[in-house]
């Protein structure tokens, strides 16, 4: 039968390769390849043996039900079931070795959070703590005082901004379970920001965990989620793929137009040839739009005005520009960088954002996920100026829509449908 039981040994890798991926896919559904384990996987390593024979089950049944006997002989898994444990075994110390080495030197660090919290829980949570149970990196920490009630909101404002500057990936929690006034009000506080919450363990469930598993400090519950991110991960991915590839393949393919509008409106007025203003990006993340300039003035303070039909300060191709949106394209190298994504709310000028904050209530949630071109509301209409505020209510609803909704899918019909309104001269 060959060597132990195989035809070949072509036969032995093929089989070795289908099991890797069986376990591996179980593994992962069992989550045994979170951070954490790599740091603190000794504990685990019963757990991966007891699904790699498992994969060997699945894999064995599936040989049998499709006839492979012919050419894999039952005798096989005698040799191969001892073999993937050793390998299993082997592997996983590896891996728990580099991770402590990388750990130590400061080579592997988590996503990047800010610690928010009560002092008295603060103080029994370390770095290292968070590093090694949760795979969570501190860059930093915001003390609140609960018994003052008016400055709750204020330190989470604060540390709101500090998040934006610092590029901060999450923000944590830190408050007794039995507080849950407080809980309750941190929460609706962070609401304001895009990023996921979570809620650490307090000393309490900590110290009962650490009865149970004997491990002082460790603890065996994980962190609650306040609040999810808008977006779900695999969409991201998939949003910023699409992102990269059209922005890419639409500016090499219309390189010569934009060529074009940039001599004409270098001829047609003085002035730059590309307008820049701030705009709040996701999360409130402030970056610097680009556009064609179709006017005469480039405002970018605390009071904008709107254009309107037949304004005296657009330019002669400055009209022409903005009624077929070209002078929209030179977004699309925001796109490239990140600051936006092709479909999304329409950002505003900060100073339209800090009027509108004020009006229209859960403002902010547009900036829960990146600004686009085109979005969910402008292929309804709901585009141009907004004279009353019933006028931004009804785009800033389109866009609540559209987080709730988002997927490629709908990118992609609203991708459609905005071409359709350019090639009808109904562009935005």
């Known amino acids: 039968m060959g060597t132990y039981g195989f035809h070949s040994v072509g036969n032995a890798i093929c089989l070795g390769l289908i099991d890797g991926v069986v376990f591996v896919s179980i593994a992962r559904m069992a989550k045994l390849y979170s951070f954490t384990l790599f740091v603190n996987g000794e504990k685990q390593i019963g757990s991966l043996l007891l699904y790699a024979l498992l994969s060997t089950i699945v894999l064995a049944t599936v040989l049998v039900a499709v006839n492979a006997g ?10 191969f079931v001892p073999l993937q444990q050793f390998a ?13 080495r990388l750990l130590k030197v400061g080579t592997l660090t988590g996503p990047s959070v800010l610690l928010i919290g009560e002092p008295h829980e603060l103080d029994q949570i370390s770095e290292s703590y968070l590093l090694s149970e949760f795979g969570l990196h501190e860059v930093g920490r915001i003390s609140l005082n609960l018994m003052a009630d008016s400055t709750i909101e204020e330190s989470i404002a604060g540390a709101l901004a500090r998040s934006r ?7 944590v929690v830190a408050i007794g379970w039995n ?19 979570l809620l650490l363990p307090d000393a309490n469930v900590r110290g009962v965990s650490s009865l149970c598993t004997g491990v002082p400090q460790r603890s065996a519950v994980g962190m609650i989620t306040l609040q ?3 977006t779900a991960r695999g969409t991201l991915f998939l949003k910023r793929v699409l ?3 059209v922005s890419a393949a639409v500016l090499l393919a219309l390189a010569p137009l934009m060529a074009g509008a940039a001599l004409a409106i270098r001829w047609d007025s003085p002035g730059p040839v590309i307008f820049r203003q701030r705009r709040n990006g996701f999360d409130g993340r402030q970056f610097t739009i680009f556009k064609f300039r179709s006017m005469e003035v480039l405002e970018d303070g605390p009071e904008i005005t709107q ?23 030179p977004q699309l190298f925001n796109v490239l960088f990140g600051h936006m994504s092709l479909v999304g709310p329409r950002p505003h000028a900060l100073a339209h954002d800090n009027m509108y904050s004020v009006l229209i209530d859960r403002y902010f949630h547009r900036h829960h996920v990146k600004p686009g071109i085109t979005g969910w509301a402008q292929i309804n ?21 559209y987080i709730d909704h988002c997927s490629i899918w709908l990118d992609i019909l609203i991708l459609a449908r905005t071409a359709i309104c350019v090639l009808k001269d109904e562009a935005y």
């Open 70 to 79: 012919l050419y894999i002989s039952r005798g096989t898994f005698l040799y």
């Open 307 to 329: 254009a309107v039909k037949g304004d005296a300060r657009v330019t002669r191709v400055g009209a022409f520009l903005r009624r077929t949106s070209i002078d929209e394209l």
């Open 228 to 230: 999810e991110a808008a």
């Open 381 to 401: 209409g709901a585009r141009g100026r907004t004279q009353v505020v019933e006028q931004m209510k009804r785009r800033v609803d389109f866009d609540f829509w």
């Open 243 to 245: 992102d990269i590839s």
């Open 165 to 171: 500057s610092a590029r901060i990936e999450r923000l």
């Open 179 to 197: 507080d849950r006034a407080s809980i309750e009000r941190v929460r609706a506080s962070l609401r304001r920001s895009a990023l996921p919450a």
């Open 88 to 100: 299993v075994v082997t592997n996983r110390a590896g891996l728990i070795y580099l991770a402590r």
